[in-house]
């Protein structure tokens, strides 16, 4: 059964920091392109970041880049999103997404819920 | 950037067909692929590479891709297909829809 567990996501003040964890099961993670969709409160699902199965190839949304930071490790099958400079408009569901293609995701995990406020 | 626009709801009778559009500049040089939400749950692949289905998903459920619109397609539609679906494409980057939420009355 292919599962994906995000960790990580918590209350943080702005301009704070967090890093969030994926953890796959299931399936062979290092053949699979790998991305971040957050959904904020009510609304609706936003692309975050992308990288390759092998890592040399990554892309930002623009309202995240050069703040977050998308990374994996295929020998510990987990993914990773660093998030520096948060601001209130980052509060989201956090979810951990996988696609044998760039063009679509097959699995999803459950999300976690990343909180920016004072 | 890329955009892709969709109704905010759709109206269906149970056992009817209820169609769900998607546009987008050129949309049909791309891949479409459609994603269904229930409340309280994670997204679902239910469409992808325009009109494939994943293993699991019922054959009531097909997709289309042509011109500036696809369109995903529920035939005989039941009580529990009541979700909010969202189209999705590859550009430079990857583009979701809006969404779309579908009522079963």
């Known amino acids: 059964e292919v599962q994906l567990v995000e960790s990580g996501g918590d209350l943080v003040q702005p301009g704070g920091s967090l890093r969030l964890s994926c953890a796959a099961s299931?399936?062979?993670?290092?053949?699979?392109?790998m991305n971040w969709v957050r959904q904020a409160p009510g609304k609706g699902l936003e692309w975050v970041s992308h990288i390759n199965t092998g890592g040399s190839t990554i892309y930002y949304a623009d309202p995240v880049r050069g703040r977050f930071t998308i990374s994996r490790d295929n020998a510990k099958n987990s993914l990773y999103l660093q998030m520096n400079s948060l601001r209130g408009e980052d509060t989201a569901v956090y979810y951990c997404?996988?696609?044998?293609?760039?063009?679509?995701?097959?699995?999803w995990g459950r999300g976690t819920l990343v909180t920016v406020s004072s | 950037s890329y955009e892709l626009t969709q109704p905010p709801s759709v109206s269906v009778s149970p056992g009817q067909t209820a169609s769900i559009t998607c546009s987008g500049d050129r949309l049909g040089n791309k891949y479409a692929s459609w994603y269904q939400q229930r409340p309280g749950q994670s997204p679902v692949l239910v469409i992808y590479q325009d009109y494939r289905r994943p293993s699991g998903i019922p054959e009531r459920f097909s997709g289309s891709n042509s011109g500036n619109t696809a369109t995903l397609t529920i035939s005989g539609t039941q009580a529990l297909d009541e979700a909010d679906y969202y189209c999705q494409a590859w550009d430079t980057s990857m583009v979701f829809g809006g969404g779309t939420k579908l009522a079963v009355l």
């Open positions: 997404a996988s696609g044998y293609s760039s063009s679509w995701v097959d699995y």
């Open positions: 299931g399936f062979t993670f290092r053949n699979y392109e």
